[in-house]
């Protein structure tokens, strides 16, 4: 990584409670001016890696830099890093304006520029007129933008989100994504954002960085994370997928649900076995008799854009996941044809491996179901 | 028309018991032995500001050196875990389960000249020190026994300042001192005035403490309360217009305390 303009380095962090492995030797660095998202089930470190950089868990091992300069040891407040909290965390006996003026009374700034900055930045979020409000009085998603007001008003050169937009429903939190997004690229912060929604990292994100048990999976952006998942846990924490066993039989062909299909991966060796991702919208939909693969409709969803179909052959076992904008009704027989392309190999994941893909899965889809919870 | 039903019993009590004697000491506060109605009772009552003055200034003290003693314990103990705040609160409140004449009594043989304090500092070549029948062992006797009252209003207050708030300041830039003054005192202000008044309301109309360990040697309020009622100064309608003022005080000091806790968070103030 071209390490000239890197605002953040972990070097060999780990983070480690009674014993318990929260973070396992990690290494990340993030760029000035980047959008960089933490996507992972709950439990995956992503939060300490979080307050590591913040200040408020110390590392175990390993070192912490900013702008080059190790901060081991500075406390918080001494770091140019602002937080944006999970429960916002606005102060209950203070106004808005009040709020957001707080970080700027620390710093001492002259009066006039404090009303200038708190101005421009009630308007930017939109809650201009708001300034003499309780907080109280405020709906979750503009107590939020109150949250994000007062850390960004201090123009820190790394701003930290934690699941700041868990709380709002789903319009509201489309807005607010591509809000953050404008904000971001206005004011040109450095911003480290955590998630475990997919789709908010990637509709953000210039850089995601995927986590599980404490390790980096995979790091890159938005399209090359979803087009070139490095494993299946990445594969399907991003996005939807069908995740079949196949084996590699020699290189760019593959052999998985009962048929051999030329693909462009190579390099595994020949008769190895493999896990074959294939995401639901890749499917091209054809005639029956035409198809690769054929079978029955044997359920359909409408989820807003498209329909999700589940499809099997009769006296086959695998059911695919197919994502289609034209529905075909339930007991249709239909085809369906992958380009080589559209086959994408890893390497099998070992049986412990798999089972705690499984169960991150499950408890990440409680989480979504449910309320949010905090990691530690 | 169920609920007034049911607030009957206590009603009743408030009238038999508050609301009557009340008025009792209102009417002997304005008549004379005889009888007929008089306001020589207040004019009398003011020949005593000098008593009056020095309860309300041992009660100031008292409540002062329990505020400062009480705030950063309450603190400490509203950031500890679950079991440790329970742990801790139970040892505030020990001192209480024990009588309050028996209190002050180990607090007469441990100040007395030949008390055990003294033995002690006589060992060492020290004293005798006169520490008994002085104001400071009054004090003592008032912050010994109401310091309780102090601590559990603050922590209760405290209890509820989320550890996140604090982590918000620091993060805001804030050091523990500057968060302390921004965020923790501001919030925790409720507290503090419940505890002022939990503890300059016992203070100001004692008369056991300053008994005790006051010797008689000077008057409080209540020594001169009880003096017209059950001393040889027999006198009970003094003694009712000096309740009246003393009153007057306590009202004046809940309302002053009041005014400076934030109007929104009048939680503290029911405990």
Same mark, same amino acid.
């Given at each position: 990584m071209n390490n000239t303009n890197t605002l953040i380095s972990l070097r060999g962090v780990t983070v480690e409670y009674d014993g318990v492995v929260v973070l396992d030797h990690l290494d990340l660095d993030i760029k000035d001016k980047e959008f960089v998202t933490l996507l992972g089930p709950s439990g995956c470190g992503k939060t300490t890696t979080l307050r590591i950089i913040g200040g408020f868990t110390e590392p175990s091992q390993g070192d912490v830099f900013f702008d080059g300069v190790k901060i081991n040891d500075v406390p918080p407040y001494k770091r140019n890093v602002n937080t944006v909290f999970q429960r916002y965390a606005l102060f209950p006996h203070l106004n808005v304006y009040e709020n957001i003026e707080f970080g700027l009374k620390i710093t001492k700034l002259p009066e006039e520029e404090r009303k200038k900055r708190i101005k421009e930045m009630l308007a930017m979020v939109g809650l201009s007129g708001f300034e003499l409000r309780r907080v109280n009085q405020l709906s979750g998603g503009q107590q939020q933008r109150v949250a994000i007001a007062r850390a960004l008003v201090n123009h820190p050169r790394l701003l930290l989100l934690d699941e700041p937009l868990g709380a709002l429903d789903l319009k509201l939190r489309k807005e607010m994504q591509i809000e953050l997004k404008r904000i971001q690229q206005q004011l040109g912060i450095t911003f480290l954002y955590v998630t475990h929604d997919q789709e908010e990292a990637l509709t953000m994100s210039d850089r995601i960085v995927i986590m599980k048990n404490g390790e980096i999976q995979q790091m890159g952006t938005p399209t090359d994370i979803y087009n070139e998942p490095i494993n299946a846990f990445v594969a399907d924490f991003i996005g939807e997928s069908n995740i079949v066993d196949g084996v590699m039989i020699e290189d760019y062909l593959v052999e998985f649900g009962g048929r051999?299909?030329?693909?462009?991966?190579?390099? @595994?060796?020949?008769?190895?076995?493999?896990?074959?991702?294939?995401?639901? #919208? =890749?499917?091209?939909?054809?005639?029956?008799?035409?198809?690769? @693969?054929?079978?029955?409709?044997?359920?359909?969803? @409408?989820?807003?854009?498209?329909?999700?179909?589940?499809?099997?052959?009769?006296?086959?076992?695998?059911?695919?996941?197919?994502?289609?904008? #034209?529905?075909?009704?339930?007991?249709?027989?239909?085809?369906? +044809?992958?380009?080589? =392309?559209? +086959?994408?190999?890893?390497?099998?994941?070992?049986?412990?491996?798999?089972?705690?893909?499984?169960?991150?899965?499950?408890?990440?889809? +409680?989480?979504?179901?449910?309320?949010e919870s905090d990691e530690e | 028309m169920k609920a007034r039903i049911a607030a009957a019993p206590y009603l009743l009590w408030a009238a038999l018991f508050i609301i009557i004697p009340m008025g009792l000491v209102g009417w002997y506060a304005i008549t004379d032995m005889d009888g007929n109605l008089t306001l020589d009772n207040f004019s009398a009552s003011m020949r005593f500001a000098p008593v009056i003055g020095s309860s309300v200034w041992l009660a100031?003290?008292? !409540?002062? $050196?329990?505020?400062? $003693?009480?705030?950063?314990?309450?603190?400490?103990?509203?950031?500890?875990?679950?079991?440790?705040?329970?742990?801790?609160?139970?040892?505030?409140?020990?001192? %209480?389960?024990?009588?309050?004449?028996?209190?002050?009594?180990?607090?007469?043989? *441990?100040?007395?000249?030949?008390?055990?304090?003294?033995?002690? *500092?006589?060992?060492?070549?020290?004293?005798?020190? &006169?520490?008994?029948?002085?104001?400071?062992?009054?004090?003592?006797?008032?912050?010994?026994?109401?310091?309780?009252? %102090?601590?559990?209003?603050?922590?209760?207050?405290? !209890?509820?300042? &989320?550890?996140?708030?604090? &982590?918000?300041? !620091?993060?805001?830039?804030?050091?523990?001192? &500057?968060?302390?003054?921004?965020?923790?005192?501001?919030?925790?202000?409720?507290?503090?005035? !419940?505890?002022?008044?939990?503890?300059?309301?016992?203070?100001?109309?004692?008369?056991?403490?300053?008994?005790?360990?006051?010797?008689?040697?000077? %008057?409080?309020?209540?020594?001169?309360?009880?003096?017209?009622?059950?001393?040889?100064?027999?006198?009970p309608h003094l003694g009712a217009a000096l309740s009246l003022v003393l009153m007057a005080i306590l009202l004046l000091c809940m309302v002053i305390t009041d005014m400076f806790s934030n109007p929104e968070e009048k939680e503290g103030l029911l405990l």
């Open positions: 051999r299909l030329p693909c462009l991966d190579g390099g @595994f060796g020949k008769n190895v076995k493999v896990d074959v991702v294939i995401r639901p #919208e =890749d499917w091209e939909i054809c005639k029956p008799e035409n198809g690769q @693969f054929r079978g029955i409709v044997k359920s359909s969803v @409408f989820k807003g854009v498209h329909y999700e179909l589940m499809v099997q052959a009769p006296g086959e076992e695998e059911e695919w996941m197919v994502h289609t904008i #034209e529905n075909h009704p339930v007991g249709s027989e239909i085809g369906l +044809i992958l380009t080589p =392309d559209d +086959i994408h190999i890893m390497n099998k994941m070992s049986p412990e491996e798999e089972a705690e893909l499984v169960s991150a899965l499950e408890a990440d889809s +409680i989480l979504e179901d449910g309320e | 100031i003290i008292a !409540t002062g $050196i329990c505020l400062v $003693i009480a705030y950063p314990l309450a603190y400490m103990i509203s950031r500890k875990s679950g079991i440790g705040q329970r742990t801790l609160i139970l040892l505030v409140m020990l001192p %209480m389960w024990m009588n309050f004449l028996l209190r002050t009594y180990a607090w007469m043989t *441990l100040l007395e000249n030949n008390g055990v304090i003294n033995r002690l *500092l006589g060992m060492i070549g020290l004293g005798p020190y &006169e520490m008994i029948n002085t104001p400071g062992a009054v004090v003592l006797g008032m912050v010994y026994n109401y310091l309780p009252f %102090m601590i559990l209003p603050l922590y209760s207050v405290m !209890t509820k300042i &989320e550890p996140l708030l604090i &982590e918000a300041a !620091t993060d805001l830039g804030c050091s523990p001192w &500057e968060t302390m003054k921004r965020v923790i005192l501001p919030l925790s202000l409720p507290g503090i005035a !419940t505890g002022i008044t939990m503890v300059f309301v016992p203070s100001v109309s004692t008369f056991v403490i300053s008994v005790m360990l006051g010797g008689g040697s000077f %008057m409080l309020i209540g020594d001169l309360i009880e003096m017209q009622f059950l001393g040889n100064a027999y006198n």
